[in-house]
């Protein structure tokens, strides 16, 4: 997410304009709207016109509106947002108070104003547009001559960096190339993490293969701290944590953080308050289902009706 203008005034009041770049930027602004708030973005509006000679047709045109949120769509398999509400500003094509649906669009911006910003709100804007900063776990998912380093937020997981090589075949009494080559992949992977990994930040880090590929990386990469006297390598050692997965590729990480022995080992992390076993699909689904992080949010949510008081 990038942030192109922020003009939040002291009493609360105010807009932000925002530029989502990823797939898991829609998330971060369906968790941004709220039903009241005002959003302007660039839509299609299919649009009536009557030409010279009488006869009516439709155009399909784009032209940028700005609506009251009335109704918020999210679909979360394909990552597309779909806000509908009234027009509150006058357009050459479309009356005020008509309804229309902005499907927002990735890099497109728009701007999003609200009566009333909270700092919860505010955190998860920072947090969009730099989730690296908020990242405290990162793991390497490896297979020989394949490693993903990823840093992992309660929101989403941001592949870094990717190492691809390819490693020969072991041959009968001649290894040397393949370890030649396994020595030059570690060696990637290493650099990968020293560049990719802030330890200041990191509580963390999850080293996940098959088979002994995680605890032959991990012997080379202390063995060369050690020769290299990197102390950033040494001092952070014991965040290092060594764990089965079955390949090495991205998708791995989810049955590795389902794992209670990395889920204990989390325990002081951000993504520990993640539950391990996922909600019920229809309330994920649910517009009428929220969680309510602060009293002030409780008080708006028991308004409306969202929240029941026992």
Not at 260 to 283: E, F, Q
């Amino acid at each position: 997410m990038k942030l192109l203008s922020k003009d939040i005034d002291k009493d609360g009041t105010g807009q932000v304009t925002l530029v989502p770049e990823e797939p898991e930027d829609m998330w971060h602004t369906y968790n941004l709207l709220q039903i009241g708030d005002s959003l302007r973005a660039s839509t299609i509006r299919k649009v009536q016109m009557e030409s010279s000679t009488g006869s009516v047709g439709s155009n399909r045109i784009r032209t940028t509106l700005t609506i009251c949120v009335e109704t918020i769509d999210f679909d979360s398999q394909a990552c597309q947002l779909r806000v509908k509400g009234t027009n509150i500003q006058e357009n050459d094509y479309v009356k005020m108070g008509a309804y229309h649906t902005i499907e927002l669009e990735p890099n497109r911006k728009f701007t999003l104003a609200k009566k009333q910003w909270d700092s919860v709100v505010l955190e998860r804007i920072d947090q969009a547009c730099d989730p690296a900063s908020k990242a405290d776990v990162a793991a390497v998912v490896m297979q020989e001559g394949l490693a993903n380093i990823c840093l992992v937020t309660p929101s989403m997981t941001m592949l870094r960096a990717k190492v691809e090589t390819t490693i020969p075949r072991k041959r009968r009494g001649n290894c040397s190339q393949h370890d030649k080559a396994l020595e030059r992949f570690y060696e990637q992977v290493m650099q990968g993490i020293l560049r990719h990994i802030n330890f200041d930040v990191v509580k963390c880090v999850l080293i996940a293969s098959p088979g002994f590929v995680r605890e032959q990386f991990y012997d080379y990469m202390f063995q060369q701290a050690v020769k290299m006297d990197n102390k950033l390598l040494l001092e952070n050692r014991s965040k290092f944590v060594q764990v089965h997965s079955s390949s090495g590729h991205k998708y791995s990480l989810k049955e590795v953080l389902s794992d209670p022995a990395v889920t204990n080992r989390l325990a002081d992390t951000k993504i520990w308050l993640l539950p391990i076993h996922p909600l019920p699909w229809h309330l994920l689904h649910c517009p009428a289902w929220h969680i309510c992080v602060d009293m002030a949010a409780c008080s708006r949510a028991k308004h409306q009706l969202l929240l029941k008081v026992s």
